[in-house]
């Protein structure tokens, strides 16, 4: 199935290789000096027909703070509830910690740069409007089983869902 459609759009670099990095959450054995961290991290923002919202932001896990902040934001500038909003949380190695104490000192430098992209994303956003179609194709979950990929841990070993630890999640 297709609809023709307007979305709004905007992508843009959270960091570069020029921001220091001071702990890599995802890693716990690896520290700053290693060459292991992410190039560039990208934050992105569509807009479907000012109705539903899809953020996608290159950390990998959204802190409950940063969720209601965007939350926040998105109803401010669109005036859309937190129920039509997706985050995804798209970075799948290592980013800076932004989240969880396990990791290591939060990197508080890196959440405000976050917020500062995420805040001129979607005003950006606000601005940049395109038709499209979008096709799209609806599916069912026959036996009501979904499996995340990740669970929470100290290593990055034990994102990884595996048959033994799949029942205990």
Known sequence: MSLDMQINYCKKVIIDSTYNIKYLAGFSKRRPGI????????????IFDR??????ID????????????FDIIFETFGVG?????????????AP???????????????????KTIKTCIEEANKNTASCR?????TSNLNGIVVYRRKLGRDIRSFFLTKKNVNAT
């Open 35 to 46: 060459h292991c961290g992410p190039k560039c991290l990208e934050c992105g923002i569509i």
């Open 82 to 94: 937190s129920e039509s909003v997706c985050v995804v949380a798209s970075h799948t190695h290592s």
């Open 51 to 56: 109705r539903f919202i899809l953020i996608s």
């Open 97 to 115: 910690n932004i989240s969880y104490d396990i990791f290591g000192e939060l990197d508080y430098g890196f959440i405000e740069q976050l917020k």
């Open 59 to 70: 950390v990998l896990y959204i802190s409950d703070d940063l969720r209601d902040y965007i």
């Open 134 to 138: 979008v096709n799209f194709s609806c």
